[in-house]
T-cell receptor
Framework: AQSVTQLDSQVPVFEEAPVELRCNYS??????LFWYVQYPNQGLQLLLKYLSGSTLVKGINGFEAEFNKSQTSFHLRKPSVHISDTAEYFCAVRSNNNDMRFGAGTRLTVKP | DVKVTQSSRYLVKRTGEKVFLECVQDMDHENMFWYRQDPGLGLRLIYF???????EKGDIPEGYSVSREKKERFSLILESASTNQTSMYLC????????????FGQGTRLTVV
């Protein structure tokens, strides 16, 4: 079965600085990869997804992620963060079966 | 837009009570899921269903059961609530195809006292 490791539980960063949220996965088969964002007291919202093709995926709100098969990673990046990006971010992996596995989450806090 | 609706945002129940959490989706999705979310543990899969009356255990099914009598509705049941089931519960739905994302409800914060 696949699993997901988010390497940082909390990432504090100043406004307008770049940020990278790290995600590694383990799976013996081809996978589909997702990043979700959760704002306070809300459900999860899709940021971006990797299905196939180009390894650099662009999502909403200026986020992008790069799929690296050799390193089994799917790190999320943004070149310049805003206060409004403060939220919890979840990496998820799905293979060809029907379930989806999530990481433990990374709490991004953007400080003025 | 896909809508996944959970019947309650907040619930407070007593230990030993039978608790029903309801979830309805309006996009004819085949797959539906129940997760619980706890600080530092992320989302853990309790049960999922890939069709009406079909269900499969996730990673932490103990103490829970589910029901899917209609395609749009997926219920999570706590047969006898305990304090360690105090958590945020998230329902999700998705098309059967592997390359589709899941859509989530707003969550139900359950407190068992």
């Amino acid at each position: 079965a696949q699993s997901v490791t988010q390497l940082d539980s909390q990432v504090p960063v100043f406004e307008e600085a770049p940020v990278e949220l790290r995600c590694n996965y383990s799976s013996s088969v081809s996978v589909y990869l997702f990043w979700y964002v959760q704002y306070p007291n809300q459900g999860l919202q899709l940021l971006l997804k990797y299905l196939s093709g180009s390894t650099l995926v662009k999502g909403i709100n200026g986020f992008e992620a790069e799929f690296n098969k050799s390193q089994t990673s799917f790190h999320l990046r943004k070149p310049s963060v805003h206060i409004s990006d403060t939220a919890e971010y979840f990496c998820a992996v799905r293979s060809n079966n029907n379930d989806m596995r999530f990481g433990a989450g990374t709490r991004l806090t953007v400080k003025p | 837009d896909v809508k996944v609706t959970q019947s309650s945002r907040y619930l407070v129940k007593r230990t030993g009570e039978k608790v029903f959490l309801e979830c309805v989706q309006d996009m004819d999705h085949e797959n539906m899921f129940w997760y619980r979310q706890d600080p530092g543990l992320g989302l853990r899969l309790i049960y999922f269903s890939y069709d009406v009356k079909m269900k499969e255990k996730g990673d932490i099914p103990e103490g829970y059961s589910v029901s899917r009598e209609k395609k749009e509705r997926f219920s999570l049941i706590l047969e006898s609530a305990s304090t360690n089931q105090t958590s945020m519960y998230l329902c999700a739905s998705r098309r059967l195809r592997a390359n589709t994302e899941a859509f989530f409800g707003q969550g139900t914060r359950l407190t068992v006292v």
